[in-house]
């Protein structure tokens, strides 16, 4: 098969495989993450935190337990960065909601709280990750974009 050298394609290339699209060519899919937090303040500033990554999208924002299920069954996000005290539901309640229904969901939880008990009920409720509120932005996306 002859290709026309003004393609840019020697005559010994597969024309097909020569012109289709490779992995860097293609749009890659946003990291889709719904973001709860009984704190507004807190929950819009990690929105527009993470919102100004590559490859991350927040598409809610919940207040409570309740509000996450709700969103999360509506939205289906890849990731739900969920805190664990909240009124209404807790977030390892919600927690172990949104993974037992929604499987392909991961939830990473978020927490002011210290002790390690929590981490492990958080985990156990089908967290992938724990980070604590106090971490840096940096290692917050990096558990996002690690555990997602």
């Known amino acids: 098969m002859q290709v026309s050298a003004d393609?840019?394609?020697?005559?010994?290339?597969?024309?097909?495989?020569?012109l289709r699209p490779t992995a860097d060519t293609q749009p890659q899919r946003s990291l889709r993450v719904l973001v709860v937090d009984d704190q507004l303040l807190y929950a819009e500033a990690i929105s527009v935190l993470l919102g100004q990554q590559d490859g991350m999208e927040v598409?809610?924002?919940?207040?409570?337990?309740?509000?996450?299920?709700?969103?999360?069954?509506a939205l289906r996000p890849?990731?739900?960065?969920m805190d664990i005290q909240m009124p209404?539901?807790?977030?390892?309640?919600?927690?172990?909601?949104?993974?037992?229904?929604?499987?392909?969901t991961r939830v990473v939880v978020m927490t002011a709280l210290t002790g390690d008990e929590y981490v492990e009920e958080a985990l156990g409720a089908g967290a992938v990750?724990?980070?604590k509120k106090f971490s840096s932005a940096g290692?917050?996306?990096t558990a996002i974009e690690q555990f997602a």
Do not use: H, Y
């Open 7 to 18: 393609f840019g394609v020697s005559s010994e290339m597969n024309p097909l495989t020569a």
């Open 59 to 73: 598409v809610g924002i919940a207040g409570d337990g309740q509000e996450a299920i709700e969103q999360a069954f």
């Open 78 to 81: 890849d990731v739900v960065l």
């Open 88 to 104: 209404r539901l807790d977030g390892i309640s919600a927690t172990r909601w949104i993974r037992r229904k929604l499987p392909s």
């Open 129 to 131: 990750a724990c980070i």
């Open 139 to 141: 290692d917050l996306v």
